[in-house]
């Protein structure tokens, strides 16, 4: 499976953006499409994942209720909603065919965000 990531770009602190992960196929070898993201000089975090059967979801606490997953199985998309972004925030995001976010996984290219004055 293919995933392309998009949505990224330059906000001002308490915007918003709609990042996209779009999948080549929303397939059965997976059960979940997770957001990554890796910030300049820190390691990967998990943001946010989605499980494809039953829409399951979990945030990590940093972004608890500012952030919403959600997914379109007709389209093959899951979209991260991100409001009230953060400073804190600016990352290149990631999404993958998980919610632990293995190598052996399929990965996004990532999208940039910047949350900045």
């Known amino acids: 499976v293919q995933l392309q990531a998009s949505g990224g770009g330059v906000v001002q602190p308490g915007g918003s953006l709609r990042l996209s992960c779009v999948a080549s196929e929303f397939s059965r070898n997976y059960y979940a499409i997770g957001w990554f993201r890796q910030a300049p000089g820190k390691e990967r975090e998990g943001v946010s994942c989605?499980?494809?059967?039953?829409?399951?979801?979990w945030y990590n606490p940093s972004v608890k209720g500012r952030f919403t997953i959600s997914k379109d199985n007709v389209m093959n998309t899951v979209y991260l909603q991100m409001n009230s972004l953060k400073r804190e925030d600016t990352a290149i995001y990631y999404c993958?065919?998980?919610?632990?976010?293995?190598?052996?996984?399929?990965w996004g290219q990532g999208t940039l965000v910047t949350v900045s004055s």
């Open positions: 993958a065919t998980s919610c632990s976010g293995l190598p052996d996984d399929s």
């Open positions: 989605i499980t494809l059967s039953d829409g399951r979801t």
